[in-house]
């Protein structure tokens, strides 16, 4: 498999151990001690994922974590001797794709950078061939229930991508709050207040200033509207 991967790990040993069965399935490596190193190396080196240990010297692998996730949506595989369940939940909801903790077999660790590789390939493939809305920065991709900006993947829950999906088919549209409940909800009854929740949610998302929306207007007595960029009413 041609591929480029990071290994942000102090342990030289350890970090030449992956290395070396990375290169020996046809993948390029560049391994780092440090986070900050690493986030140097990102400016020149663009890795299709990134092995990344927790204790690192200086800055830690949750900050660098954090730091990586707000430019780059490429994989992570946190490989860690750090195993309690609050560090586990901790790196995947920072944004981590797996968790591999420490001693591990090489082989099996080669296997889930090799099946993170070929998902994240697969995704974009798809993307590429799927129905997309694409508004100021950002592109959203109906079949992959994927929202991107610039190319940077933004975390969506299933409900902000729900509403943000039934804005999208419906641009220019005033939706009322029921029809939008009824919609994303599967539900004709239930609380609405929900919706302007999720709604706020996701002004905070794609709206540079929440209390000026650009993308979501609210229309008074009939719901919210999406206006994407160069619409024009009928």
């Known amino acids: 498999m041609k591929a480029k991967v990071l290994i942000v790990e102090d342990v030289t040993e350890l970090a030449e151990l992956v290395s070396l069965y990375l290169e020996k399935e046809g993948m390029e490596t560049v391994r780092c001690e440090t986070a900050e190193d690493a986030l140097s190396r990102l400016t020149t080196f663009v890795p299709d994922l990134v092995i990344l240990d927790l204790n690192l010297p200086g800055m830690d692998g949750f900050e660098f974590l954090q730091r990586f996730r707000k430019s780059h949506s490429i ?55 799927e129905a997309l809305v694409a508004f100021g920065d950002f592109t959203l991709y109906l079949g992959s229930c994927i929202l991107k900006k610039a190319g940077v993947r933004i975390p969506l829950s299933a409900r902000e991508f729900g509403i943000l999906s039934f804005f999208a088919k419906n641009p220019g549209k005033p939706l009322l709050p029921e029809l939008i409940y009824r919609e994303v909800w599967n ?45 024009t009413e009928p």
Do not use: C, W
Request: hydrophobic share 40%; net charge neutral.
């Open 187 to 231: 539900n004709a009854y239930g609380d609405l207040s929900a919706v302007a929740v999720y709604v706020q949610r996701l002004r905070k998302k794609i709206e540079a200033d929440p209390k000026e929306s650009r993308f979501i207007e609210t229309v008074f007595g009939m719901g919210y509207r999406f206006v994407p960029e160069g619409f």
């Open 75 to 129: 994989p992570v595989l946190i490989m860690s001797a750090r195993d309690a369940d609050e560090d586990i939940i901790s790196g995947l909801g920072g944004g981590a794709d797996e968790f591999v903790t420490k001693p591990f077999s090489p082989r099996v660790l080669v296997a889930r950078v090799r099946a993170l590789i070929r998902r994240a390939q697969d995704n974009s493939a798809g993307e590429e061939r």
